[in-house]
T-cell receptor, first 114, second 110 residues
């Protein structure tokens, strides 16, 4: 069982370019999440999806979009990257959006925008 | 809104030392509380959790007790090992989503 996979592992991107970070889980979890991790700020929620077909905005959604066409995949798109989006991005999932089930995290994507 | 505050790091200890990482929270009601650990180059993993006041979560020798009187969930371990070197995050559930503290980097020297 792979759990959550993310791609790419790392990427260097020119400002203004479009980029999609991929996230796939094989646990049939309903809820999925995207976070960014910046030094001294912990993890901040970008977007989330409680079930396939629905999405919502987190704490820092500006400049990012997501889609949830099916249960397994939850891609994050930067339409026009800016240097402030340089960060480590983590995808996460849990069985349901309610309750206290364990939330699982992917290995992360390190993104540098120049 | 609900929030979590952790002691600032980094924290550096010698092997077999006693560890405490402080965590306090601000919340309406009594949210479930969590400690996550992030080893170098990896994503976060759940370390332990407590879902109601006075509960004690424990795992891998780590413990944390949910104290509603002091709104705290401090992480403790009696004897740390080099392999415990990682970043530790305290978190709570707010509006059905995890809210994290800023993380505390722990380094254990042999």
């Amino acid at each position: 069982i792979a759990g959550i996979t993310q791609a790419p592992t790392s990427q260097i991107l020119a400002a203004g370019r479009r980029m999609t970070l991929r996230c796939t889980q094989d646990m049939r979890h309903n809820a999925m999440y995207w976070y960014r991790q910046d030094l001294g700020l912990g993890l901040r929620l970008i977007h989330y999806s409680n079930t396939a077909g629905t999405t919502g905005k987190g704490e820092v959604p500006d400049g990012y979009s997501v889609s949830r066409a099916n249960t397994d995949d939850f891609p994050l798109t930067l339409a026009s990257a800016v240097p402030s989006q340089t960060s480590v991005y983590f995808c996460a999932s849990r069985k349901d959006w309610v309750g206290t089930d364990t939330q699982y995290f992917g290995p992360g994507t390190r993104l540098t925008v120049l | 809104g609900n929030s979590v505050t952790q002691m600032e790091g980094p924290v550096t200890l010698s092997e077999e030392a006693f560890l405490t990482i402080n965590c306090t929270y601000t919340a309406t009601g009594y949210p479930s509380l969590f400690w996550y650990v992030q080893y170098p180059g990896e994503g976060l993993q759940l370390l332990l959790k407590a879902t109601k006041a006075d509960d004690k979560g424990s795992n891998k020798g780590f413990e944390a007790t949910y104290r509603k009187e002091t709104t705290s969930f401090h992480l403790e371990k009696g004897s740390v090992q080099v392999s415990d070197s990682a970043v530790y995050f305290c978190a709570l559930i707010s509006a059905q989503k995890l809210v994290f503290g800023q993380g505390t980097r722990l380094t254990i020297n042999p």
